[in-house]
């Protein structure tokens, strides 16, 4: 590791003037970033630690709820709110990663969580997002874990996480502050594609502070996550689908999807609620929303199957939901 300052914040405006500063990063839990720090792949010149932020609390926001950046991933999963009327949330969260890990990492740090690509966490390989220009490792290497959607030649990696894909099936907002002003954000479109610029896993600009994350009002269905994975704990997905569902009079009322590790975001395609809302649920239809999904898929070798596997994973959750045989 890197020799580096030590801040403390006290204050929200103080952290934001700091984290403006070149060469600055905020410290959450510190699960992701420190082990990023050890590795050289992070080395901030200076860290400011906002452990300190009265931004932790969990608490009603009209009808929905609204998650403080600092709350837990396990207090998240645990809140009886969370449980009982967002279940999708809990399931999520208690998927990822280890209990010891949930108790200290973040809302915010979750979301902002780097990609697990070998390349990216090995300072020895091209990374063209640890170092732009230096090229991309994966995409002629090993790729087994990476991107089959929104890719780009730059870069093929995934967003790892659990949590922010049940956030995007949710339609949750990301609040977002700055010494200048706030602004809020849809989960969904809070992580970018790599495009031309991998380096940027999100929308965030240099002295934006995560603040909390609002879920709208309960909407009740049949939540579901469902995780595949290579061992079935403390694993990130090859494949993840959030799903809300509900049906009346034997048709989809509701039909929000949202899937993980495919893409450098939590992918959401709107196509595929159009599709199933007011249809019938059956496979030739699961099926049209796994080509609607699948449209523009593209494997580089190792990861070609999770092309299949995404379209088993959706069929296994719409069938799980709707009881068709699968
Ligand atoms: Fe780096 Fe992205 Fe290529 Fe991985 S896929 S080596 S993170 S540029």
């Given at each position: ?62 009808e929905g709820l ?13 809140h009886p709110r969370v449980r009982s009327e967002y279940p999708?949330l809990a ?79 949710l ?44 879920l709208?009002a309960p909407v009740g269905?049949?939540q ?103």
């Open positions: 590791m890197r020799p580096f300052d030590y801040q403390r914040a006290e204050r929200l405006e103080h952290a934001a003037q700091l984290t403006a500063e070149a060469n600055t990063l905020a410290l959450a839990g510190g699960t992701n970033l420190v082990d990023l720090m050890k590795l050289q792949v992070e080395t901030p010149q200076t860290l400011v630690d906002i452990g300190r932020l009265p931004l932790g609390t969990i608490a009603d926001e009209g609204r998650i403080g950046a600092l709350a837990t991933n396990t207090a998240t999963a645990v999708v399931r999520a969260i208690l998927s990822g990663a280890t209990q010891q890990l949930r108790n200290k990492a973040t809302t915010g740090g979750n979301l902002c969580q780097r990609t697990r690509c070998y390349y990216f966490t090995n300072i020895d390989q091209p990374c063209n997002k640890r170092e732009p220009g230096s090229g991309c490792g994966a995409i002629k290497g090993i790729a087994r874990i990476h991107a089959v959607l929104g890719a780009s030649d730059n870069c093929i990696a995934t967003y790892p996480g659990d949590m922010a894909v049940a956030l995007a099936a339609g949750a907002t990301v609040e977002i502050a700055s010494e200048r002003r706030s602004r809020s954000v849809p989960v969904r479109d809070f992580h970018r594609l790599p495009g031309d610029t991998p380096e940027k896993d999100n929308v965030l600009e240099p002295g934006e502070l995560i603040t909390a994350v609002t709208p269905g049949i579901l996550y469902r995780k595949v994975r290579e061992r079935s704990s403390y694993a990130f997905a090859l494949c993840s689908v959030a799903a809300v569902i509900d049906l009346a009079e034997g048709r989809f009322t509701r039909a929000d999807l949202a899937f993980g590790s495919l893409a450098h975001k939590p992918w959401h395609d709107p196509r595929i609620t159009d599709l199933l809302v007011g249809s019938e649920p059956t496979l030739a239809l699961f099926d049209k929303a796994a080509d609607l999904l699948l449209e523009g898929a593209r494997g580089y070798g190792e990861n070609d199957f999770k092309i299949p596997l995404a379209r088993r994973t959706l069929a296994a959750v719409l069938c799980e939901a709707t009881g068709v045989e699968p």
